[in-house]
């Protein structure tokens, strides 16, 4: 099992950052692919980012390519998303989660956190 926590979402004018960080619990952390998903009022889950366990790889939605950078350190049981350059389309609940293998699909993550309300304003 394993159990992940999200921090760091906020309200944030268009054109500012912030850091998400999700922690999770267990001695197994470093076993897993871990990924970031947001889903807004209306709308349904989607990908946002994905990193393998070693953090070689990585994977992103197109419209955050370029703005947005997926990290971890397994030492700390922490992944992070930091999100630059943010728009009111980018206005959200995230979540982390993971899985042992990656992908870009919700239903391929087994264990989820409870999710971070990030709100760009315009």
């Known amino acids: 099992q394993v159990q992940l926590v999200e921090s760091g979402g906020g309200l944030v004018q268009a054109g500012g950052s912030l850091r998400l960080s999700c922690t999770a619990s267990?001695?197994?952390?470093?076993?897993?692919?871990m990924g970031w998903f947001r889903q807004a009022p209306g709308k349904e889950r989607e990908f946002v980012a994905t990193?393998?366990?070693?953090?070689?790889?990585?994977y992103y939605l197109d419209s955050v390519k370029g703005r947005f950078t997926i990290s971890r350190d397994n030492a700390k049981n922490t992944v992070y998303l930091q999100m630059n350059s943010l728009k009111p389309e980018d206005t959200a609940v995230y979540y982390c989660?993971?899985?042992?293998?990656?992908?870009?699909?919700?239903?391929?993550?087994?264990?989820w956190g409870q999710g971070t309300q990030v709100t760009v304003s315009s």
């Open positions: 989660a993971a899985d042992e293998f990656l992908g870009t699909k919700p239903g391929n993550y087994d264990y």
């Open positions: 267990g001695r197994t952390f470093r076993r897993y692919a």
């Open positions: 990193i393998n366990w070693s953090g070689v790889t990585t």
